[in-house]
């Protein structure tokens, strides 16, 4: 167990619809990053938060937006999904944000299916 | 533009045999990291080592050993007498330090197969 907890582990959904994954990171990690790995793609960075602000963003669609709440908790939300949003989305967790020296705790990840 | 390259798809060995993923870097920054991780079939992802672009040393964890050289840009990763439960994708991985921000650039990844 990484201690970086995502829910849920599974979830199938049709085109169209919007879901919510959630992470809790590792306690006393004020980071959390989230990545999407898909089979074309591989894994890309979409969002990093730290300690609530937004800190750095990668190839994240406008379909897709993230938090980061006061409990360090953050939530990633895909609306209109499309069947190319199928993938297993990643939560990692760093204790800080800053330097690049960080090593990345990974939760378990959130596989996505799209119908 | 930073870039990480992992040529090797996949490799196949049989148990006890040697094994080197290749791994080859891109960067503008003078001060970096790079990182490899393990993709078991299980699916998550797990750390196994991190160097800074200061530090050549070679290092070695019992059966895993990195070789890194700033002057080829190059990072690779061997595994000695290969067990079956080292079959797991492998990931390269770049940090920048100067961006102020934390996040990985990953290779594609090399799928290992060790056969029994």
């Known amino acids: 167990d990484s201690g970086v907890t995502q829910t849920p582990k599974h979830l199938i959904t049709a085109t169209g619809q919007r879901v919510t994954l959630r992470c809790s990171p590792r306690s006393g990690d004020l980071s959390v990053y989230w990545y999407q790995q898909s089979l074309d793609q591989g894994l890309q960075f979409l969002i990093q938060?730290?300690?609530?602000?937004?800190?750095a963003k990668g190839n994240i669609l406008e379909r897709f937006s993230a938090q980061q709440f006061p409990d360090l908790h953050s939530e990633l939300n895909l609306s209109s999904l499309e069947l190319g949003d199928s993938a297993l989305y990643f939560c990692a967790s760093s204790p800080r944000g800053g330097s690049g020296a960080n090593v990345l705790t990974f939760g378990a990840g959130s596989r996505l299916t799209v119908l | 533009a930073q870039k990480v390259t992992q040529a090797q798809t996949e490799i196949s060995v049989v148990e006890k045999e040697d094994v080197t993923l290749d791994c080859v870097y891109e960067?503008?920054?003078?001060?970096?990291?790079l990182f490899w991780y393990k993709q078991p079939p299980s699916g998550e992802l797990v750390f196994l080592i991190r160097?800074?672009?200061?530090?050549?040393q070679n290092e070695i964890s019992g059966r895993y050993s990195w070789n890194f050289q700033k002057s080829t840009s190059s990072f690779n990763f061997t595994i000695t007498a290969s067990q079956v439960v080292d079959s797991a994708v492998y990931f390269c991985a770049l940090s920048e330090a100067e961006t102020g921000a934390n996040n990985l650039f990953f290779g594609t990844g090399t799928r290992l197969t060790v056969i029994p």
């Open positions: 960067t503008r920054d003078t001060t970096y990291y």
């Open positions: 160097r800074n672009s200061f530090d050549e």
């Open positions: 938060y730290y300690n609530g602000e937004e800190r």
